[in-house]
Structures are given as structure tokens and as C-alpha cells.
């Protein structure tokens, strides 16, 4: 590595001098200049369009190397949301609430990854060593092969990682971690650009992959990975309510593989242990048929995922009647609430409407509309819907009921636990059935008239 030169920064306007003074020339404060050294010898200090670009044909890329193999887990959530396992020198990040489960999840998935073969390094920032490897034993990992380092220092960090050279460091969290030649505290959103930053460059560079882990409350109030996601190759969310054991892995953006992929997870006393089969999770609570009940059979990237919406309607003893929505987009709410009334007159006015995903799942397909409008009138109605029915369909402004994607896989879905019935929009690609009925409707009033 060549000896890289050091420059002298001030720390309140950021303007570089080749040498120290007491006084900043550019913005006049006193004893603001700091010497730096560049923290990675990369090709910095040339002037841009000094050295030759090169660029090759798209046909040439192909065909010379195979493209490097993932790395397979054998974590199959977490593997399936990585888009078929973990892509060399890829840079993720795990955002998720604070006491979700992050750690948990990471460590697993360090154990997991080095047992696959893979150099593992886990950087703490958070905890002190003694308390990772109690989580570790807790975790029945205490023999797993991996590194652990509890270091917050980038600079530390990244002569750790070039020491080491692993195949996989997990840096846990990004908010703790402070590049020192950026003059703000740890956490605050210009640090944990700079760490990220040199971070995925490093992830890049060494082909070392980097998994960092971020804090986001609810409202996006730690607003700090916000501006990771656009750096990073993967983005996961590890989602779920703090009184449900369920948890969710979602890839909200992946360039190695498709987005919206979920991993079901539950946590329990040693862990978190994974759920092959969510559909039957999230509809194990389900009781007898009750009104305001309705099956919704979704996609969720590329695997079915039958889940239950739950409604209920009330009068409101308020002059403004409220609509509560948990697991659902509350516009989309209102929208649906509308086309039943201004298309199939039913109005919803004077009456508080709730709306709930079971399981603390959270859907956004539109195709879960007909299963929104179908919950909402067998609560207004008071009438139960068939148990052993799925629905699913998008609603249209004007009523009409849309075709959706991958009927035969929701259908089969379905069939699979049970369900022997399916009110689906016409027009869909869909192959006949043995088992399971699918009753064909075109608009949203066609239903109502049923019910
Ligand atoms: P943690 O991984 O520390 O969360 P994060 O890193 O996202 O802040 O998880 C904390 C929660 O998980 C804590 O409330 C306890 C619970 N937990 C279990 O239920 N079982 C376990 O085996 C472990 C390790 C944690
Ligand atoms: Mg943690």
C-alpha cells in the first residue's frame, strides 16, 4: 500500500491545506485545523479526467468468468430474502426498531455464514464482548467460528478488517460507529454517512461483504440509515410488534434479487427460529368465523402468504368518525371505503372504522383490496363471511374489480391449508382447480350483492 500523505481539514468548514495553521484562511476560526490522514489510500488527490477511463462492452463482461458463487446460510429465510444467498463483496443494510431483534438475527447469521465456510468478523458497538458471547451461548452458539472485535472507531475498524480480511464483517450498529475526521457525535446522520461510506467503498475494494445494521424507530425518527439505503447494494427491514413473537425479514430494495421477499421468523428463548410455513402462523389465531373476518391470499416476492384482515365498524359517538388502520395503508383504506359508497351505496358515514392485519404482518399489494372491502362489510353487516373462503382482487375508482398476478399460486396456497373456496376478480390467468372453487366477479357491487 502506498504511504498516503496527510492533509490538514478544518473542522468547521471542512476546506483542505496542505499544512497546519492556527487560523482557517477560508472561514477565519481559530484552531479548527486538524491533520487527517486519508483513510483509504484509494486514488484520491488526482485531478478528474487525469487518468484513462475504461469502459467494455456488455457482451465482453460475460462468458470469461462465472459470476462468484453465494453463499448459502442454510438460514432458508434469511437465504430466500437475500435473493438465493449472500452475494461476495455486497454491502446490506439491516434496519429495524431498537429491541427487535437485530442483534439476535445478526449473530445467528454470523454462525451461520461461517459454518458455510466464510471468514466471519462481529464488530460490536453496542455491547462489551462478554455480553455478546453470553448472547452467543444463550443462542447455543458458543463454538461458532467467528471473530468478534467491540471497537466503535472507524479508523480501528477498517485496520481491523485489512489485518483480518474477512469474507463477511457485521457491524452492529452503524449509529455507534464515529469516523474521527468527521466533527460530529456518533449517530448523527453526517457520521454515519462517512462510516457507511467507507464502509461499502472497503466492502467493495477487498470484496469483503458488510452487513450494517441500523436503528429506525417507527416515525423515522433516527433519521441516520435513511441515508444509507441509496449506498448499500441490499436493504432489509426486520419488522414486527413488540407483542408478537412474529418477525419479518423484508428486502425493501435488493439489487441481487426480488424486493418485497419476506423470511418469517418467531423469537423465543434461544432465538430466533425460523417459520416455513407463515400462512399458517399468521391464521392460527383464527377462531370460529366471526364477522368483520376475511382471508386474504397474497404474494409476498415470491412466495404465497395467506393472511387474515380483521374490521371493525362502530357508530362513533364523535362528530369526526375515526379510521384506525394497522398493517395496511390507511389511504388506501379510505379509498376503498369510498368506492363502496359512492359505487355500491353503502355509506360509511357516522361510523368508526378499524382496520387490522393479524399477526403484526403489514401487506401492500392492491390486490388485498377486495379482502379490505369484504372484511369491512361483513363487520358493517354483521354477517360472517364463509370460513373456508380466500379472497383477493384490486378495486378500481369506478368499482370494477381488476385482474392480479399469480392466481394459480395463491389459489394453490390456499388449497394447501384447507380452504376450499376463492372469490377472485375475472379475467385473471387462472387454471380450473380441482378442490377449491374460485367464483369469477368483475366489480366490486357484483360482491356486495352476494353477501
Ligand atoms: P436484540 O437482538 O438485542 O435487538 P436489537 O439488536 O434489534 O436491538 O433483541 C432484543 C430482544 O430479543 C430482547 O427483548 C430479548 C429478546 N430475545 C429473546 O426473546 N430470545 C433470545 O434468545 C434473545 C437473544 C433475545
Ligand atoms: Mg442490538
Not at 473542522?11 to 483513510?39: F, H, M, Y
Not at 472497503?202 to 469483503?208: D, E, H, I, L, M
Not at 359517538?317 to 353503502?346: F, N, T, Y
Amino acid at each position: 500500500m502506498a504511504k498516503s500523505s496527510a492533509t490538514f481539514v478544518c473542522q468547521s468548514c471542512g476546506s483542505t491545506t496542505t499544512k497546519w495553521s492556527g487560523r482557517c484562511d477560508a472561514c477565519g476560526e481559530w484552531n479548527s485545523i486538524v491533520e487527517e490522514v486519508p483513510l483509504a489510500a484509494g486514488p484520491a488527490s488526482k485531478t478528474l479526467g487525469a487518468s484513462k477511463g475504461r469502459s467494455l462492452p456488455l457482451s465482453d463482461l460475460s462468458g470469461h468468468e462465472a459470476p462468484p458463487p453465494r453463499t448459502i446460510s442454510k438460514l432458508d429465510e434469511l437465504d430466500r430474502v437475500l435473493g438465493g444467498g449472500l452475494v461476495p463483496a455486497s454491502a446490506l443494510l439491516v434496519g429495524g426498531d431498537p429491541g427487535i431483534g437485530k442483534s439476535t438475527l445478526l449473530l445467528q447469521a454470523a454462525a451461520a455464514f461461517a459454518n458455510a465456510g466464510l471468514k466471519v468478523i462481529y464488530i460490536s458497538g453496542e455491547e462489551a464482548s462478554a455480553q455478546v458471547r453470553m448472547r452467543a451461548a444463550r443462542l447455543g452458539l458458543r463454538e461458532a467460528p467467528v471473530k468478534l472485535a467491540t471497537e466503535t472507531n472507524l479508523r480501528d475498524i477498517l485496520t481491523t478488517l485489512e489485518n483480518e480480511k474477512p469474507d463477511l464483517a457485521i457491524i452492529d450498529s452503524i449509529q455507534t460507529m464515529w469516523a474521527d475526521n468527521v466533527a460530529s457525535a456518533p449517530g448523527s446522520v453526517s457520521q454515519v454517512r462517512a462510516s457507511a461510506h467507507e464502509l461499502t467503498s472497503f466492502a467493495k475494494r477487498r470484496g469483503t461483504s458488510v452487513i450494517l445494521v441500523g436503528h429506525v424507530t417507527k416515525d423515522g425518527q433516527i433519521a441516520g440509515p435513511r441515508v444509507v439505503e441509496h449506498m448499500v447494494d441490499t436493504v432489509l427491514y426486520f419488522e414486527g410488534e413488540r407483542g408478537h413473537q412474529f418477525r419479518i425479514l423484508r428486502a425493501v430494495k435488493n439489487r441481487f434479487g426480488p424486493a418485497d421477499e419476506i423470511g418469517v421468523f418467531e423469537m423465543t428463548g434461544s432465538g430466533l427460529a425460523e417459520v416455513a410455513n407463515p400462512s399458517a402462523l399468521f391464521l392460527s389465531e383464527r377462531g370460529d368465523p366471526s364477522p368483520g373476518s376475511a382471508v386474504f391470499a397474497g404474494i409476498e416476492g415470491t412466495r404465497p402468504v395467506l393472511v387474515e384482515f380483521q374490521a371493525l365498524v362502530a357508530p362513533t359517538p364523535h362528530s369526526q368518525p375515526r379510521r384506525s388502520v394497522v398493517g395496511w395503508d390507511g389511504g388506501r383504506l379510505a379509498m376503498i371505503l369510498a368506492v363502496l359508497e359512492a359505487r355500491c351505496g353503502i355509506p360509511f358515514a357516522g361510523l368508526d372504522v378499524y382496520l387490522n392485519v393479524a399477526g403484526g404482518m403489514k401487506v401492500s399489494e392492491p390486490a388485498a383490496d377486495l379482502a379490505v372491502a369484504a372484511a369491512l362489510l361483513s363487520a358493517r353487516e354483521d354477517i360472517a363471511l364463509p370460513a373456508e373462503t380466500v379472497v383477493f382482487g384490486e378495486i378500481s375508482l369506478s368499482g370494477a374489480l381488476r385482474p392480479v398476478g399469480q392466481t394459480e399460486n395463491r389459489l394453490k396456497e390456499a388449497q394447501k391449508l384447507g380452504f376450499t373456496a376463492a372469490i377472485v376478480p375475472k379475467g385473471g390467468k387462472s387454471v380450473p382447480r380441482d378442490g377449491i372453487a374460485a367464483t369469477e366477479i368483475d366489480a366490486l357491487a357484483s360482491f356486495v350483492g352476494d353477501v
